[in-house]
């Protein structure tokens, strides 16, 4: 691919979760797509042909769910021999305590109020799970190389933000140096806080943006890698305020 093209970078969150259909808390819960999800996730591909984009490099995380919609997403494009990278930084945030709870019963147990605080504001993390938990991620080996302090019990989005950045700056951005057009594919609250980084997004107003299941957003990058126009404007604006940020 000639360095004279446009660089672009694609921003696509997984197709819609069986937990996503069931309104439950998932967090690095590595649970599959839905019927709908895995339709969303060929769509998005079929969007992205359509928009004649092909592309070097591909991110996403080691969940499934985002995996499979990248899968899918490069099948309908013809392009499942890029290389793609998996890092445990671009996971979902960790929802601590709350992982695979149902919100809606969670909210009458607790009260609404406490569960919005959980979810929504910038900083507040949710119930931490404890070390003996069988969902705590140290008992997972996909997990297994991470050092003790950088294995979560929950975290606030601020706390993802902080863990997402690092790659972004240490990994993604020198990818650009060889590759033109770069496709991301992960969570709800990752690309929140890739949005927010690239956007210059307030504290408090990053607590109101949503990022759709399986539709891709297309940026155009200069050279310091920095969008040409704000991201926000390939969000759809029916969805760009929703109430359900994703569980």
């Not at 979760?17 to 996730?41: C, I, K, M, P, Y």
């Not at 092909?54 to 969940?63: N, P, Q």
């Not at 931490?128 to 989005?157: C, I, N, V, W």
């Not at 297309?218 to 109430?243: D, M």
Request: glycine share 6%.
């Amino acid at each position: 691919m000639s360095n004279s093209l446009q660089k672009t970078l694609v921003l696509l969150r997984h197709g819609q979760s069986t937990w996503n259909l069931q309104n439950r808390f998932t967090g690095w819960t590595d649970v599959g797509l839905s019927e709908q999800g895995h339709a969303e996730a060929i769509e998005s591909g079929r969007r992205l042909a359509t928009a004649g984009l092909r592309f070097d490099i591909a991110f996403t995380s080691v969940l499934k769910r985002a995996i499979k919609t990248l899968w899918l997403a490069l099948e309908e494009m013809d392009q499942m021999w890029i290389p793609v990278r998996r890092s445990w930084r671009l996971n979902e945030r960790h929802y601590g305590a709350l992982q695979g709870e149902f919100k809606d019963e969670m909210a009458e147990r607790v009260g609404k109020e406490l569960v919005q605080r959980w979810r929504r504001c910038f900083d507040v993390r949710p119930p931490s799970l404890t070390e003996d938990d069988t969902r705590f991620p140290g008992r997972d080996p996909r997990y297994a190389k991470l050092r003790h302090e950088q294995l979560p019990l929950g975290e606030s989005l601020k706390d993802t933000i902080e863990r997402v950045l690092p790659y972004w700056h240490k990994t993604i951005v020198p990818a650009f140096g060889s590759a033109n057009r770069v496709l991301i594919v992960a969570h709800g609250n990752t690309l929140r806080a890739l949005v927010k980084h690239l956007d210059q997004v307030s504290d408090d107003e990053i607590t109101n943006l949503n990022i759709p299941t399986g539709v891709p957003i297309i940026i155009p990058v200069n050279g310091a890698i920095q969008p040409i126009k704000s991201v926000r404007e390939g969000i759809p604006a029916q969805l760009e305020k929703c109430g359900d940020i994703e569980p």
